[in-house]
Each structure stands twice: as C-alpha cells, then as structure tokens.
C-alpha cells in the first residue's frame, strides 16, 4: 500500500485545496499502480509551522509562500 507525504507550511492553503491535493495525489498513484490498489493509497499532509521550514538559509513563513504563488 502506497503512503505519500506531503510537507507543507501551515497557514499556507486551505481546507479545499488540501481535500484536491488528496484527491489529485490519489488519482495520479492510482494511474500508475492500478484502480485496484485506489482503496489503500493513503496521502497524508503534514503542516510545518512558519520559520520551522527554510530554504537557502532562510527561514519562511506562510506569507513568504503566498508571495511566491502570487509571482508566478
């Protein structure tokens, strides 16, 4: 049975975009291990606190995150 973890910043995204996060993590599993294995594919997201989380030597924070989206 597969299990993936997803590591993001708490704060960052909502309760909705989680539940399709879950749901497109799921859905492309499932296109490579088959619809057979769909029922025990477990996505687990893990919220890491603002500044517990760094890149480059800086911490970041929720709002550093929705900067970024913003720019792209």
Not at 40 to 59: A, L, M, P, Q, S
């Amino acid at each position: 049975m597969p299990l993936v973890n997803i590591e993001i910043i708490e704060g960052v995204f909502t309760s909705q975009q989680k539940q399709e996060m879950i749901k497109k993590v799921t859905d492309t599993m499932v296109s490579i291990e088959g619809e057979n294995l769909r029922q025990v594919t477990w996505v687990k997201i893990n919220e890491i606190k603002e500044g517990d989380w760094g890149i480059g030597g800086n911490c970041l924070t929720a709002k550093d995150v929705q900067m970024l989206a913003a720019d792209g």
